[in-house]
């Protein structure tokens, strides 16, 4: 069974870093494609940044984009994404998700099969 | 504003049928594949149908979906008070290069 942990979540003021780890476990980690969701409290899904297996390619949300910084540790298992800052309109919980394939998208194909419990970014002074 | 437009939210009686659409563009549904996701109070997302209109091991066939053009349709038939939920349509945006949601829906069974 494959199962995605998030941590690094926490209290941060605004204009404040924070670096969010996910640890994959059950599945071959280099082979799929990886992704960051969150919710704002009350709110819909908002897809934040994505990246395929092996790291060669890179997206993000307009709304991050130039703050938040995703990576990932092949031989750890593990999906970073380093958020520079930060405002009150980040305030979320944000969710790792596994990809269907190692691509983004994958000859059209694209959907969210994995998704973790999340963990709970809060930007307040 | 969300990528996907849905309606925010349906309501119908146990026993009955639903429909929830999602309406996109010619760069997201028009190109891609469309998925629908489940997220029941206080847990996270779960993936109900992919490929427009294929259910994982363990979702059972009264969710299906289908898509036609630049929009998509999940339908649930036979409802339960289990079914209460948001609904979101998802699916990737060819031109802006992102994953797209749609706003959600919440399900209530009356």
């Known amino acids: 069974e494959v199962q995605l942990l998030e941590s690094g979540g926490g209290l941060v003021q605004p204009g404040g870093s924070l670096r969010l780890s996910c640890t994959a476990s059950g599945v071959t980690f280099l082979s799929f494609a990886m992704t960051w969701v969150r919710q704002a409290p009350g709110k819909g899904l908002e897809w934040v940044s994505g990246i395929s297996g092996r790291g060669g390619a890179i997206y993000y949300a307009e709304s991050v984009r130039g703050r938040f910084t995703v990576s990932r540790d092949n031989s750890k298992n593990t999906l970073y994404l380093q958020m520079n800052n930060l405002r009150a309109e980040d305030m979320a919980v944000y969710y790792c998700?596994?990809?269907?394939?190692?691509?983004?998208?994958?000859?059209?194909?694209?959907?969210?099969?994995?998704w973790g419990k999340g963990t709970t970014v809060t930007v307040s002074s | 504003q969300s990528v996907l437009t849905q309606p925010p939210s349906v309501s119908a009686a146990p026993g009955q049928k639903v429909t929830i659409s999602c309406s996109g563009s010619?760069?997201?549904?028009?190109?891609?594949?469309v998925s629908w996701y489940q997220q029941l109070p206080g847990k996270a997302p779960k993936l109900l149908i992919f490929?427009?209109?294929k259910r994982p091991s363990g979702i059972p066939d009264r969710f299906s979906g289908s898509k036609s053009d630049t929009s998509a349709t999940l339908g649930i038939t036979g409802l339960q008070t289990g079914d209460e939920a948001d609904y979101y349509c998802?699916?990737?945006?060819?031109?802006?290069?992102?994953?797209?949601f749609g706003g959600g829906t919440t399900l209530t069974v009356l």
């Open positions: 490929d427009n209109n």
């Open positions: 998802g699916t990737w945006d060819s031109s802006l290069s992102v994953g797209v």
């Open positions: 998700v596994k990809i269907n394939s190692k691509n983004l998208p994958d000859d059209n194909h694209y959907y969210m099969d994995v």
């Open positions: 010619s760069s997201n549904i028009g190109d891609n594949y």
